[in-house]
């Protein structure tokens, strides 16, 4: 195993290097963008001078600066290369536009631990702002993609912010052929970057893995906001729901050989180019060892299974409270408008998926704990800027709103939603599929279900 896996050190008690942030802009011009004319476009950008230095290039790049913009701690270094030959694999994930483009641009900056959200928001803010002929801009950890609209819409609009759950994203990795299949790795690739291990829960149940995911993603967040806690220290992540962690070696040394998360499962990760897992990693565990007579360290079945039944609050960043609210104000008139084109119809297959599938995240209307709740509601109607709800699980802070019990809230109120469609869950980064999803749905009934819908 990797030293970066095991060891720790005085420092927050964790052995961690804070790793570059790349991003790859596809450029579609014939004609490379050349070094002048991206100064140029980045001073007008950044509406002053820019301190742009030429640098020395590699083979492959026409030019190469280094680039330092307010906001920004490190700094950039921006190069214009000639695309590479692109797997059929990687076509599918970029794009077909951004596949057929002859250059890209590429930056490499390493995020500054105190706010790395603002400055991966300021990085690709950048790039697209400052170039708006680019067609797509990839994130090289994490692997997401931001199309131009998205880049327009999540990093250009007046009322764009950062958004934390960027910074990383969340892999589910299963066992070797002969360990158990039912059991799943879940982990992050991407917190390094902010100095952060980053995080997985082993040997979680394929059925729980939703559940074992929202918790990642909400112990990611805690993680961004407040100090790196101690191997072993509690870790409050809910109401009445705690959690530790632990260095790697310290769980992985009992797990089945051919499970996910076990030492020879690693080596075939990292050797099959898994680069995520040679990275600093801390394994979420339960607060307390199970085992009597050899104490192990397991994961948080009870956390999870808690947030599986609808009986858990998890605390909520202010960060991610802010992002997620602006993610859903700001594709709120999408969500509205999928939801009409199944409910106005008279179409009841259409209103029951409209009915049981778009549900929204609001603050519990009078709670008045000192940390507000937030729960999930299906909704039922949407009328301008009010909405009618249901609740769908009895919320911990008001057990008076049984399941089923509808309230009327202001729009305003909405912190964030999604929506299933036949298996597949979309939420304010899916806009533009879920617009297709619904379409799809309305496609495949459109001719047996003509006699029903009204002209």
């Known amino acids: 195993m990797p030293e970066d896996d095991s060891d720790t050190d005085s420092v927050g008690g964790w052995n961690v290097e804070p790793q570059e942030s790349g991003f790859v802009a596809f450029w579609p011009h014939e004609e490379a963008l050349t070094g002048a004319e991206f100064a140029t476009a980045v001073s007008a950008w950044v509406g002053a001078t820019a301190p742009i230095e030429p640098i020395e290039t590699d083979d492959d790049a026409i030019w190469a600066f280094g680039v330092q913009i307010p906001g920004v701690e490190s700094g950039f270094v921006i190069w214009c290369e000639p695309a590479r030959e692109l797997s059929e694999r990687d076509r599918s994930q970029i794009g077909e536009e951004a596949s057929r483009c002859p250059w890209v641009i590429r930056l490499q900056t390493i995020l500054s631990i105190e706010e790395p959200a603002e400055e991966y928001f300021m990085s690709v803010g950048m790039l697209g702002g400052a170039l708006p002929d680019v067609v797509a801009i990839l994130d090289v950890i994490t692997g997401e993609v931001y199309p131009r609209q998205r880049i327009d819409r999540d990093f250009l609009a007046e009322d764009a912010g950062p958004i934390e759950r960027l910074l990383w994203r969340l892999g589910r990795y299963e066992a070797l052929p002969d360990g158990d299949q039912n059991l799943v790795l879940l982990g992050t690739h991407g917190l390094a970057r902010c100095g952060i291990p980053e995080l997985e829960m082993s040997e979680v149940p394929n059925e729980l893995a939703e559940s074992a995911a929202v918790l990642l993603h909400t112990m990611a967040g805690l993680l961004l906001e407040n100090d790196m806690p101690e191997p072993g220290e509690i870790i409050e992540v809910g109401d009445e729901l705690s959690v530790v962690l632990q260095p790697i070696a310290v769980v992985s040394e009992f797990i089945a050989d051919g499970s996910a998360g076990s030492e020879p499962w690693r080596v075939q990760a ?39 039944g609808g009986n858990a609050v998890l605390y909520m960043t202010q960060h991610s409270v802010r992002s997620t609210e602006r993610r859903a104000r700001s594709t709120w008139g999408l969500f509205a408008t999928a939801f009409a084109s199944l409910t106005r119809t008279g179409n009841p297959q259409w209103q029951q998926i409209a009915r049981t599938g778009f549900t929204v995240q609001a603050p519990v209307p009078g709670s008045n704990e000192p940390r507000i709740e937030q729960s999930w509601f299906a909704v039922e109607r949407i009328d301008h800027e009010s909405l009618t709800i249901r609740v769908v699980d009895r919320p911990i802070t008001r057990p008076d709103l049984d399941p089923g019990s509808q309230l009327t809230i202001s729009t305003t109120a909405v912190t964030d939603w999604r929506v299933e469609i036949g298996g597949e869950i979309y939420d304010p980064d899916d806009v533009d599929a879920l617009l297709v999803a619904v379409d799809r749905v309305r496609g495949v009934d459109d001719d047996s279900s003509k006699s029903e819908a009204p002209t």
């Not at 050797?271 to 050899?294: K, W």
């Open 270 to 308: 990292r050797a099959h180019g898994l680069s995520e897992f040679a990275l600093a990693r801390a394994a979420i565990c339960a607060s307390q060892t199970v085992g009597r007579f050899r104490p192990l360290w397991v994961w948080p079945r009870e956390v999870v299974e808690r947030i599986a």
